[in-house]
């Protein structure tokens, strides 16, 4: 690591993923520590869908869950040749350890733990969530989901009973003393 203009500048690939359940703030988060620190954003279901020019929900109902997966794997692979990146991970990025490995390998892995019922009411637009689905079987998916984001989590930071800017803060604060930021 190098000082550039009162800002760290890092060698290789040093991308930030955030992971966490739906609903979670991923995509505010990096979005907003991105402009505060001056590092570029992404989001792994954005850059899906304009690589297949389908929204995620389009993509699941015509080619099924397995197809979307590929694409997010393939678009994993591909953040390998940028820099420097805060990358808003898609839910269910976890569920292929092969993703996993992908970040751990090209970053750091920081994991916004919260709980259930905070997720589905932070979620503004259910229909474009396909793996949703009812409640019945968001806390099914969440169950599942949920060890997997703590077995891949470099860092955690409990987003429970947190504003918004209370959580920015703690995850500024946090990646900054670690110098990820």
């Known amino acids: 690591m190098a000082q550039g203009g009162g800002y760290v500048v890092h060698e290789g690939c040093d991308h930030i993923f955030f992971v966490g359940f739906l ?16 590092r570029p954003y992404v989001d792994t ?25 590929d694409a997010e794997t393939a678009e994993l692979r591909r953040l390998a040749r940028r820099k420097s990146l805060l ?31 905070d997720s589905l009411r932070q979620i503004r637009c259910p229909e474009r969530r396909p793996d949703l689905g009812s409640a019945e079987h968001a806390e099914l998916v969440y ?27 703690a995850a500024a604060q946090l990646l900054w003393e670690r110098g990820l930021l």
Request: aromatic residues 6%.
């Open 23 to 38: 609903g979670a703030g991923k995509s505010t988060l990096a979005r907003n520590l991105g402009a505060l620190f001056h």
């Open 87 to 117: 990358v808003s991970c898609g839910g269910g990025i976890v569920e292929r350890q092969e993703n996993c490995s992908l970040m751990h390998e090209m970053g750091v892995i920081v994991y916004l733990d919260g709980d259930l019922a």
């Open 45 to 69: 279901d954005r850059l899906v869908e304009r690589r297949l020019g389908r929204s995620v929900t389009e993509i699941f109902a015509r080619e099924g869950e397995e197809a979307f997966r």
């Open 143 to 169: 169950r599942h989901r949920r060890p997997l984001y703590e077995e891949a989590a470099d860092v955690t930071i409990d987003i429970r009973n947190r504003t918004f800017e209370q959580v920015a803060h």
